[in-house]
């Protein structure tokens, strides 16, 4: 195993669990101590975990943002489950918003299979991922480059994304609340996420299990504001109940 794939499974597991140990990791696979503990160190460079006595924790720090290439390689398999069923609602021939966040990405590359879609996004690398797919349009808002992550926000954005109507918007988000909604932790990429949803007939929020009951700095929107919910894992009563008094449809595997 590659050390670069080796950190990205260590990484993963740290995600789910909230700590790992050293020990248990250098068994998992098979590696020294030493190894595992420079795996860590690296992570806690790129701000995912906090070194402790004998292992590490999650950095849940909420004020601090995980780097986008760190992002997008984490939870990649529930990031393609989420953009399968996500890809799943889209139809030959619909006019559709993607936002800036990693999963749009993943969902960008299961659109590849359908025909005739204009795609309206201030996301580089979903430009690039769809920019010369067969019979596409693809229409990037252009704005002012974000400095954290491959894509544009600012009012030439937002005023391109509300200058048109389309079929659906697909959004992911930082945090999701009951009560406080979906939230981000920047106040330029929020509201691009709101101009989408106001310029789309259905919003779709794409978002995997670990986002839920947490909130982030900036709103986007309220529960009673989405069409549908992708997630990765069933939620509980609490929130199959919440969903259903705001009419929201939930989609999970």
């Known amino acids: 195993m590659l050390a670069q794939e080796r950190r990205l499974r260590v990484e993963e597991r740290l995600r789910s669990e909230g700590r790992v140990s050293v ?72 006019y559709i918003m993607l936002d800036e966040s990693s999963t749009s990405f993943f969902v960008a590359a299961q659109l590849k299979r359908l025909s005739d879609l204009t795609v309206i996004t201030n996301s580089m690398e979903v ?28 009012h030439q954005a937002e005023s391109m994304v509300r200058s048109y109507h389309v079929d659906k918007a697909i959004l992911s988000c930082d945090s999701l609340d009951i009560d406080a909604g979906y939230t981000d932790r920047h106040e330029d990429t929020a509201l691009i996420k709101r101009a989408m949803m106001a310029s789309a007939r259905q919003v779709i929020l794409a978002a995997d299990h670990t986002k839920l009951d947490r909130v982030a700095f900036a709103n986007i929107g309220f529960l009673k504001e989405l069409d549908c919910l992708v997630t990765d894992a069933r939620p509980d009563r609490r929130w199959l109940e919440a969903l259903d008094n705001n009419g929201v449809r939930l989609i999970t595997p």
């Open 23 to 94: 020990s248990e990791l250098s068994r998992a696979f098979n590696v020294s101590e030493e190894t595992i503990r420079r795996d860590l160190e690296r992570l806690e460079k790129d701000g995912v975990a906090r070194r402790a006595y004998g292992g590490a924790l999650l950095n849940e720090d909420e004020h601090t943002e995980t780097p986008y290439d760190i992002r997008k390689r984490s939870s990649v398999t529930e990031k393609e489950l989420i953009a399968s069923l996500a890809a799943g609602l889209i139809r030959d021939g619909e």
């Open 127 to 154: 430009v690039d991922c769809l920019g010369s797919a067969p019979g596409f349009t693809v229409m990037c808002t252009g704005g002012v480059k974000r400095p954290s992550a491959p894509s544009f926000a600012g």
